[in-house]
């Protein structure tokens, strides 16, 4: 999926259809805030279901991993790649789809991992956060949200997190905004950072989302 999503531990339960509300993050259960020009996304991440995806989402938003400008050539270091980044594919009743630093779905950034599925956690609530990719061990910087349960994904694509019931409504609102014949939002819908919160020593741990 990348422009590319078609229609067609360490057990884990999925989370409650329901997820908490603007859960506060930990060092174990990190909260990504996508910071948006149409509102904040609020994502509770799974780095014990996907250790991979999850430190490369991390170090892409923090600008602590490096990653090839699609734009420029360039290699780049100590930049958040997903800072003024777009949301360059919305499908209502699907997903929104955001991530590429050219801004077209078909950016590269330099690297490709592999994919992490588990059989407990799949495509069955709305508001779940996974990376889009080109076929199987294809991930890289590309991410989608999507808007319901779409079981037709499931082991197919990376979840490694599931955004709260709010922000699953501005993915409803993204994904009804004006496009074009190839889902690209007449307007731009902006990702202006991505922050992450991961707690500090001096926090209470906070109730899991999940068991394990």
């Not at 259809?17 to 603007?22: G, L, P, R």
């Not at 250790?51 to 938003?61: D, E």
């Not at 590429?100 to 779905?105: C, L, R």
């Not at 993915?171 to 919160?197: L, S």
Request: positive net charge; charged residues 20%.
């Amino acid at each position: 999926m990348r422009k590319l999503l078609t229609a067609t531990g360490l057990l884990i339960l999925a989370l409650s259809a329901t997820a908490q509300a603007a859960q506060p993050g930990t060092k174990e259960q990190p909260v990504a805030i996508i910071q948006t020009s149409m509102g904040d996304l609020h994502c509770v991440l799974f780095p014990k279901a996907a250790p991979i995806g999850t430190a490369n989402f991390i170090g892409l938003a923090k600008g602590t991993k490096d990653w090839t400008n699609p734009k420029t050539g360039k290699k780049e270091h100590g930049v958040p790649l997903y800072d003024n980044t777009t949301f360059h594919r919305v499908i209502p009743d699907f997903m929104i789809q955001g991530g590429d630093p050219a801004g077209t779905g078909a950016g590269e950034i330099g690297f490709r991992f592999k994919n992490e599925t588990h059989s407990d956690l799949k495509f069955d609530q709305p508001g779940r956060l996974a990376y889009a990719n080109a076929g199987p061990d294809t991930n890289g910087s590309q991410f989608f949200i999507t808007e319901k349960a779409y079981p037709h994904l499931n082991g197919n694509y990376t979840i490694f997190g599931q955004c709260d019931e709010p922000s699953v409504q501005l993915v409803k609102k993204i994904a009804r905004q004006p496009r074009n014949a190839n889902d690209k939002p007449n307007t731009p819908i902006i990702i202006r950072h991505i922050k992450i919160d991961e707690g500090t020593a001096a926090k209470a741990p906070v109730k899991k989302s999940y068991a394990h």
